[in-house]
Structures are given as structure tokens and as C-alpha cells.
């Protein structure tokens, strides 16, 4: 069984690669007061085409059995397919297959009593993207034997699944991963103009690609399918109303369906919330996060510099950035095992801003390094050629998504703009994400206009909202709009910490209110919160078995 996957679906592990986003920029979405609603936006065939699908898909049932050998699943994870329209205007057209998995609840006791507890349904978690890290959602029924979801698998199934162009189902892809670099790259703070027309000639290269590859179901890859898809989930799945966890771009395809089928919602968590403003949906996003994670940077930095006996890498966060500065000009010279250079350098330390459990692993392998042992840095950082294919169809699936789902500027001008305006505050993650979103630029396929989501009081049961308030992925506004769109949903903080995904992780203030929700329909006061998680602890080696984010 893949470890990485088995901790790609274990609570607080489930990283994720969110829809492009960085702070301020150029107006790509219409305002708020311009935008559509549920019903114009989703339009009145596909929420028909949507309906038949569901009702199809009632009838049909998925049929779990054994997972194929290819998932390296256990024995106890069934596996299965859900067929969904292609397009939803045309139900009765093309249909693509959708790959399930689940886990029956074990109906016991954690606390190991013989009483038997109640099924409540089952519990469907979409752990992220658009894209992500491998088929992550086939993998997260997994997460059933983790201590701190004992008590939510006694009571529910566990069902994940590949969202469409992901994995098995119906795989995207718009260059051949056999061509893609694998080499050591450049990390420029201040790109030169030559630097930025590469960059742009590549994302024009991969939207072409995209176009040619994808063909006419190009258009179809979009958030609002990706919500109807859940709905025909719920059906096949017997379920009359749905109870779903979404953690990170899963949140806004829950928010999506929130706000067009709020009678099928039975209990809702959203973890680690995007911003779901239709100003926002993606390049405003977009730019939110350079400055997150250069808060979330000096975080790291700071950690170390506490542990400055463990490390050597310096007593203050300065001097912290003194040493990857420094390493980082020795990898441009002399790339670590003609693998590494500063550019799997910034990427890899970038991955702390994911999660604190990267710290102690990344720090280790810095100053491993700067000491002259390369091993643990080229083992964390390096581009390995079989995962490839893996990375490449999630890339094409995060693009697809958010260059359809809105309008992004076209100009390259106000893209350079923009990105030079957040380097000054933000170097450190900031032409990477900028030019992670760029191929949106010159994208060939129909833009949509973001819905408008929002729920009136009592159109939706009450839903729990669970967000750290330095997260850099999905930065703390986020929850609050949420909030504020959603009427009669309940907000957790997880104050003064920063790590994406806080369901199931070790804060036991976080998991009391997910059980007493999951398990009870009980939501805490308005304002909840709970004290950061403790301090992840030093220590000089080791490996960490997560998934590498795929922004």
C-alpha cells in the first residue's frame, strides 16, 4: 500500500493544491452585485440534466467490489465506478466514469465496548484540488483507522473518490509527461524580462496543448460539474441527503452545492475554506496567497531559529534566511547530484507553509546540506520521472478547472504588473504562483462567471466551518466569507496556527466540535475557537511520507 497516499488521506495530512490565488491585482470577475444567480449561472437544462443523472444514478447503484491491483488499496476498501454526463445540457449523451471507494462503518465502539453504534449514512470527503496530488480522493476511506477518526468511521461509510479528468477517471492531461523537465531549475527573486517571455511562451505552449489535447470536453471541466457530479454521487450512493467534508477547493465545490441543492444537504464541514467571493474565483485568489506564505515563511523561519542547537542553522529568523540564500546560490553553481538547484530548493521549503510537519524534514535537509551531506535535500526536493505522469494530469485538471470556471486577465502586461507589485512584499512564493496560473492567460476554451453562492436562513441545516488563521493556502478571509454567505453556519478558528487541513489532525479542541457535528448535528457558538496545536519537535532526520502540494 502507497504510504504517501495512505497519509494523503490521514486528517490533517490531506494537503492539497488550491485554485491559483495572490493579494490586490487587476479586476478579472464581476463584482458581486453583477453576479448571476444559482439558476442563471447553472442554467435551468443542466440543473434538469443533473436531476436525471441523480435519478439514473439511483437506480444503477454503484457496484463496490474488490479495487483494481493498480489503486494498492487494502482489502478492506471497495472500490467502483459512478457514470456521469459528460456534459449536463445533453444527460442521455456522453457519460464519463467517475472511480469510488469506500469503507463500511465498522458500527464498534472505539472505546472498545460491546455496544454496537448506529450507521448515520455515509460521509463523502473531497480532500482538495482541482487537481492534487495523485487520485488523492480514492485514498482518504483510509483515514478510518487513524485514532482521531475511530468514532466517525464507527458511525458512517467512508467514501472518496477521483473527481473527473483525475486518475482513472476520465484522465486529463495537455503535454506528454515524458517531456517535462526534471532537472534543476532556477529560483530568480527578481525574474529579468527575458525570464518572464520564457515563462510566458510555456503557459501559451500549455493552453494550446490543453486545447488540442482535451478537445471538446475541455469546457466541461469546471467547479459547477464538479458539484452536479456530487450530487449523482449522493444518489448512486442510496443517500437521500448528503453529508460531505470538503477540505480546501473541496470547500467550494461544497459551496457550490450548498447553494444549488440545499435540500439535499444533511451535515456539511468545510475545512480550510477558499475564498468563495465570485471576485475572487481565480486570480484574485490567485494573489492572496504569495503574501500568506510569506508569513507562513517567516514562521518556519522563526521554528528554526528557535532550535538553533539542533539545526546550526542560525539564532534568528535572519540569519535562518541567510542560510537558504546561501544554499541556494551553491545549488545555481553546482547543482546537489545534478538534480537540485535553487528552484527544488524554493519549492521544497515553500511545502512548509502547507503543513507544520514539513518543518522538522526540511530544516534537517538544509542544514544537512549546508554540512555537505546532500542526501536528505535531493531525497525531498528532487523531481522524480516516474511521478510525472501523476503531475501532469493534475496540472491539467487545476488549470481546466479555474480558467474555465472565470474570466482571467488576458493582458501579460497586467500579469507582470501585478506580479511585480506582490514581490516587493512577498518574493519568496510569488513568481512561482503567479506563474502557475499563467496558461489561464491564453486559455482557448468558454469562460464562465462565477455563482454568487449563498444559502438564506434555514435553506441549509446548519453547516461547520474549520479554518487555521494563518493558513497560506487558503488564507483565514476565506472562512469568514464563507460565513457570511452561508446564513446559519458556525465557524472554528485554530488560532495562531497555520497549517491547511485541520480535520482529524492533533488538535483535540478541533476534533471535539467535528464529532459532536458528525456524530450529533451539535454546532458550537459563533465565534468557537481553540488553541494552536503544539509545536511540531526537532529532530535531525527522518522522512516524511506526505504528498508533495501540487501548485
Not at 326 to 355: D, F, I, M, N, W
Not at 468 to 476: L, N
Amino acid at each position: 500500500m502507497r504510504t504517501a497516499a495512505v497519509h494523503a488521506a490521514a486528517g490533517s495530512l490531506l494537503l492539497t493544491a488550491l485554485a491559483a490565488a495572490p493579494a490586490g491585482g487587476a479586476a478579472a470577475a464581476p463584482a458581486p452585485s453583477g453576479a448571476p444567480t444559482a439558476r442563471a449561472v447553472a442554467g435551468a437544462a443542466e440543473l434538469r440534466g443533473t436531476a436525471v443523472a441523480a435519478a439514473r444514478a439511483a437506480r444503477e447503484g454503484i457496484g463496490f467490489g474488490a479495487c483494481p491491483d493498480a489503486e494498492d488499496l487494502p482489502a478492506t476498501v471497495e472500490c467502483g465506478t459512478l457514470r456521469v454526463p459528460l456534459d449536463y445540457a445533453r444527460p442521455d449523451g456522453r457519460r464519463i466514469e467517475l472511480t469510488v471507494s469506500r469503507v463500511r462503518a465498522t458500527g464498534k465502539d472505539p472505546a472498545g465496548g460491546r455496544r454496537e453504534v448506529p450507521r448515520q449514512g455515509a460521509l463523502v470527503h473531497s480532500p482538495g484540488g482541482p487537481g492534487g496530488p495523485g487520485s488523492t480522493g480514492v485514498y482518504v476511506p483510509l483515514m478510518g483507522v487513524l485514532p482521531e477518526w475511530r468514532r466517525v468511521a464507527a458511525a458512517y461509510d467512508l467514501v472518496g473518490y477521483a473527481p473527473r479528468g483525475m486518475g482513472r477517471s476520465a484522465p486529463l492531461s495537455c503535454v506528454d509527461p515524458g517531456q517535462l523537465p526534471t532537472g534543476p531549475a532556477p529560483a530568480p527573486v527578481h525574474p529579468s524580462a527575458a525570464e518572464k517571455r520564457e515563462h510566458a511562451a510555456r503557459a501559451e505552449a500549455y493552453a494550446r496543448g490543453c486545447a488540442e489535447r482535451g478537445g471538446d470536453s475541455l469546457r466541461h471541466h469546471t467547479s459547477l460539474n464538479n458539484a452536479r457530479d456530487l450530487d449523482v454521487l449522493r444518489a448512486g450512493l442510496g443517500e437521500t441527503r448528503l453529508t460531505f467534508l470538503g477540505a480546501s477547493y473541496g470547500t467550494y465545490v461544497g459551496a457550490l452545492y450548498a447553494t444549488l441543492f440545499p435540500s439535499h444537504v444533511r451535515r456539511m464541514v468545510f475545512d480550510s475554506p477558499v475564498n468563495p467571493d465570485p471576485q475572487r474565483i481565480w486570480y484574485r485568489n490567485l494573489l492572496d496567497r504569495p503574501a500568506a506564505f510569506e508569513d507562513r515563511w517567516a514562521d518556519f523561519r522563526a521554528w528554526v531559529a528557535r532550535h538553533h542547537a539542533v539545526y546550526g542553522l542560525g539564532g534568528t529568523a535572519g540569519e535562518v534566511q541567510h542560510a537558504y540564500d546561501t544554499a541556494s546560490a551553491r545549488l545555481a553553481r553546482e547543482p546537489a547530484g545534478g538534480k537540485v538547484g535553487p528552484g527544488q530548493l524554493r519549492e521544497a521549503l515553500r511545502q512548509t507553509g502547507y503543513h507544520d510537519e514539513y518543518w522538522p524534514h526540511r530544516a534537517h535537509a538544509l542544514s544537512a546540506y549546508l554540512r555537505g551531506d546532500p542526501a536528505p535535500l535531493i531525497e525531498q526536493a528532487q523531481t522524480y520521472p516516474e511521478a510525472a505522469p501523476e503531475a501532469e494530469n493534475a496540472r491539467a485538471v487545476r488549470l481546466a478547472v479555474e480558467c474555465n470556471d472565470a474570466p482571467w486577465p488576458t493582458d501579460p502586461a497586467v500579469w507582470d504588473r501585478d506580479g511585480t507589485r506582490l514581490a516587493r512584499r512577498a518574493p519568496f512564493a510569488t513568481w512561482d504562483t503567479v506563474w502557475a496560473g499563467l496558461p489561464c492567460a491564453s486559455w482557448r476554451a468558454p469562460r464562465q462567471r462565477p455563482l454568487e453562492v449563498h444559502t438564506g436562513r434555514g435553506e441549509l441545516p446548519p453547516a461547520l466551518i474549520l479554518a487555521a488563521e494563518r493558513d497560506a493556502v487558503a488564507p483565514y478571509d476565506g472562512a469568514l466569507e464563507l460565513r457570511r454567505r452561508l446564513a446559519g453556519s458556525v465557524l472554528v478558528t485554530e488560532r495562531d496556527a497555520g497549517s491547511h487541513g485541520v480535520a482529524g489532525g492533533p488538535n483535540a479542541c478541533v476534533n471535539g466540535h467535528l464529532e459532536a457535528y458528525l456524530l450529533e448535528g451539535r454546532v458550537p457558538g459563533r465565534y468557537a475557537s481553540c488553541a494552536p496545536r503544539p509545536e511540531p519537535e526537532p529532530r535531525r532526520a527522518g522522512r516524511v511520507s506526505a504528498p508533495r502540494p501540487a501548485v
